[in-house]
């Protein structure tokens, strides 16, 4: 899933009615790739997102019998790697709160498929 959800999109800029097709901004401000940092429950569907930094413990601490895990490490006919209780989140990434009983099988591809797809709507939302 790391290709698609941290893909740069375009930005056009208008220059007096004109287009161009530079590159603007950082590469958070980008279209879809979020600024903050995105937790979705894959359970509830609920996401938020973090302005500061934080500790995965903080998170996973509020949900029990879940593991956190980044999106960007998740890949087919794997388990998905747990996040480390110390390690801080990352600004731009995207995690899940995934059960652990889930968690322990190995992804499949119409599984990764529904994941991009809530990572998708989330941040169309915001």
């Known amino acids: 899933m790391g290709v698609c959800a941290s893909s740069p999109t ?9 287009s161009s ?10 279209i879809g790739r979020p600024k903050g940092i995105v937790v ?21 601490s509020q949900h029990p019998n879940h593991v956190l895990c ?3 490490a998740m890949s087919v006919g794997t388990c998905a790697p747990h996040v480390p209780d110390d390690e801080e989140l ?5 995690y899940f709160l ?13 599984e990764l498929c529904t994941l991009a797809i809530k990572a998708s709507s989330a941040l169309g939302k915001r």
Not at 21 to 30: A, C, H, P, V
Not at 90 to 94: L, M, N, S, T
Not at 98 to 110: F, K, M
Request: net charge positive; glycine share 6%; proline share 8%.
């Open 10 to 18: 375009i930005k056009l800029k208008r220059n007096g009615g004109r």
């Open 98 to 110: 995934v059960p652990l009983h889930q968690a322990q099988n190995p992804l499949s591809l119409p």
């Open 70 to 72: 980044n999106s960007e």
């Open 40 to 60: 979705i429950d894959v359970d509830s569907d609920r996401v938020q997102e973090l302005k500061q930094p934080t500790q995965a413990r903080r998170i996973i």
């Open 90 to 94: 990352q600004p731009g990434q995207i």
């Open 21 to 30: 097709n530079r590159l603007e901004g950082t590469r958070s401000d980008y």
